[in-house]
C-alpha cells in the first residue's frame, strides 16, 4: 500500500488537476450560506459506502456536548490514496471546517479536517492550493 | 524512497506515454475469437457539455456561476481528496490527445425538442432546493447509473470476456452489463432496465453495441438530468493500443431530441495493482435525510 508522501508524490508527477466529481451534488444537499467549524474530540469513524464519515464529540455554547457528523470521501477513494480503516483513532482532537446540511441537523460536509499540530487529515499529504490537491 | 508499488506505478505511466497512437495495434484474440479488450480502465471525456448548457443549481463546477465553487473566499464545497482517488487511477492520462465531447452536432448544440429542453430546464430549477423526491438526482438516490453516470475517472470499469459475451463490470455502485454476442434480439417491450439491453457484434477491432429497453430512470449528466424509456444507444469501443479504448455513443431519444446527437471519449487502462472495490451506494447515504431530514418517528 502507498503511503501518503508516496502518493503526493505520484500526483505531483502526473500532474494535470481534475474535477472533483462526487456521486451527489453539494448543493442539492449541503448549504453553502452556513458554513461552520468545530473543535471536538472524535468518537467514530465510518467507512461506509457511498461517503465515509467522521463523528465529533463537541462542546456548544452551554456546555452541553454534541455529536456532529461530517461527510467524507468515498471508502474506496480513501482506500486508494493509502489511507486505512484505523487512521483517526477515536479520542483524536480534531477542528473540522464544513458547510451544514440543509436539514438542519448537526451534520456538514468536512471540508477540513486538522490535527492540533497543524497537520491536515485526508488530504493526500498537503494542505488547500499546495502541491497534490486538487485546486477547485 | 519510493516503494516498490509507486515504481510500478510510475513505469504503467511511462509506458502510456510512451504509446504511439499512430502505430497500427493488433491485439490479442480470447479462446472463441474475439479481440481481447480485457482488462480495467478508466474512461475519460465522454459526458462532454452541450452548449450553452442551462445554469444548474446544483453543480459544484466552477463553470456554473451559481456554483460555492464561486465562492469569494475560494473554499469550494469538496475537500480535495474526493478527486484525488481517480487521480490515481488515471496516472499516465494526461497527454492523451483524442476525441472527446460531443463530436455530432459538431457546434455541440444538441438538437432538443424545443418543449422538451423547455421542461428540462424547468426540472433543473426545482433540484435545489430539491421540490421533492423526484427533483433529487439519480445517483443520489444510488440508482443504477445507467451508460453515463459511472463516475468517469473516478471508478474504473472492468472489461471480461468469455465465449459470446463481453461483460463490463462497474466500479461505480458495484454493477455491470453484459452485451450478448450470439445474435439474439433485444428482450420484449415490457422489460425495462436501468443499464439497458445489449447485444453487440464485432467489426475489426471495434466491439459495435446496440442498447435499448432502457426504464426512462436514468440521466446523461447533470445538465440532462434525465433520458426517456425511448432511448436507444449506440456505441463502438475500438481497440486503440495495448492501453486505450476509443469510444463513441450515439445517443437516440425521439421523446427529447429531434434526431440522434454522438459523444466521444476514450478508456485507459488503469496502473497495475489497482483493485475493483464495492461500492454499495444504499449502505449509507444520508443524502434524503440530510434534504429532507428524518422521516417522522425516526430515532435519531
Known amino acids: 500500500m502507498l503511503g501518503r508522501i508516496e502518493i503526493a508524490a505520484l500526483i505531483g508527477l502526473i500532474g494535470g488537476a481534475a474535477p472533483v466529481f462526487a456521486h451527489h451534488a453539494f448543493a442539492a444537499e449541503f448549504d453553502v450560506n452556513q458554513p461552520v467549524e468545530v473543535r471536538g474530540t472524535v468518537t467514530k469513524v465510518d467507512w461506509v459506502n457511498p461517503h465515509a464519515w467522521i463523528y465529533v464529540d463537541v462542546k456548544d455554547a452551554d456546555g452541553k456536548t454534541v455529536n456532529w457528523h461530517f461527510e467524507l470521501g468515498a471508502p474506496n477513494a480513501l482506500f486508494r490514496l493509502g489511507w486505512k480503516k484505523d487512521a483517526i483513532p477515536s479520542g483524536t482532537q480534531v477542528k473540522i471546517s464544513g458547510f451544514r446540511a440543509k436539514n438542519g441537523e448537526n451534520v456538514g460536509n468536512g471540508r477540513s479536517i486538522i490535527l492540533p499540530d497543524g497537520k491536515e487529515l485526508f488530504s493526500g499529504g498537503s494542505g488547500p492550493g499546495s502541491e497534490g490537491t486538487t485546486k477547485q | ?300
Open chain 2, 1 to 300: 524512497m519510493l516503494s516498490r508499488q509507486l515504481t510500478t506505478l510510475l513505469l504503467a505511466a511511462a509506458s502510456l506515454f510512451g504509446q504511439a497512437a499512430t502505430e497500427p495495434w493488433t491485439p490479442s484474440r480470447t479462446p472463441d475469437g474475439q479481440p481481447d479488450l480485457q482488462g480495467m480502465y478508466t474512461r475519460n471525456g465522454v459526458v462532454g457539455l452541450e452548449a450553452s448548457p442551462p445554469e444548474n443549481p446544483i453543480d459544484p463546477s466552477s463553470k456554473n456561476p451559481l456554483s460555492v465553487s464561486n465562492r469569494g473566499d475560494g473554499l469550494g464545497p469538496y475537500p480535495g481528496i474526493f478527486g484525488q482517488g481517480g487521480q490515481v487511477l488515471r496516472a499516465g492520462q494526461a497527454r492523451q490527445q483524442r476525441r472527446t465531447g460531443i463530436v455530432d452536432p459538431p457546434d455541440k448544440k444538441l438538437p432538443w425538442k424545443p418543449g422538451e429542453d423547455a421542461k428540462r430546464r424547468e426540472f433543473l430549477l426545482h433540484m435545489n432546493p430539491a421540490a421533492d423526491l423526484r427533483h433529487v438526482e439519480l445517483n443520489a438516490r444510488c440508482a443504477l447509473p445507467g451508460l453515463f453516470q459511472g463516475e468517469d475517472g473516478n471508478n474504473p470499469y472492468q472489461f471480461l470476456q468469455r465465449a459470446g459475451e463481453v461483460m463490463i463490470a462497474y466500479d461505480y455502485n458495484h454493477t455491470s452489463r453484459i452485451v450478448h454476442l450470439d445474435g439474439r434480439p433485444h428482450l420484449g417491450p415490457n422489460i425495462r432496465l436501468f443499464m439497458g439491453d445489449s447485444i453487440g457484434r464485432w467489426e475489426g477491432n471495434t466491439l459495435v453495441v446496440d442498447t435499448t429497453n432502457f426504464n426512462g430512470h436514468v440521466a446523461y449528466s447533470r445538465e440532462i438530468p434525465y433520458l426517456s424509456d425511448r432511448l436507444h444507444i449506440s456505441e463502438r469501443f475500438t481497440i486503440a493500443d495495448a492501453n486505450t479504448i476509443d469510444y463513441e455513443a450515439t445517443i437516440d431519444d425521439p421523446e427529447l431530441f429531434t434526431k440522434p446527437w454522438t459523444t466521444a471519449g476514450y478508456f485507459t487502462r488503469v496502473p497495475k495493482g489497482v483493485q475493483s472495490m464495492e461500492f454499495a451506494c444504499a449502505e449509507g447515504s444520508q443524502t434524503l435525510v440530510n434534504i429532507f431530514g428524518n422521516p417522522p418517528g425516526a430515532s435519531k
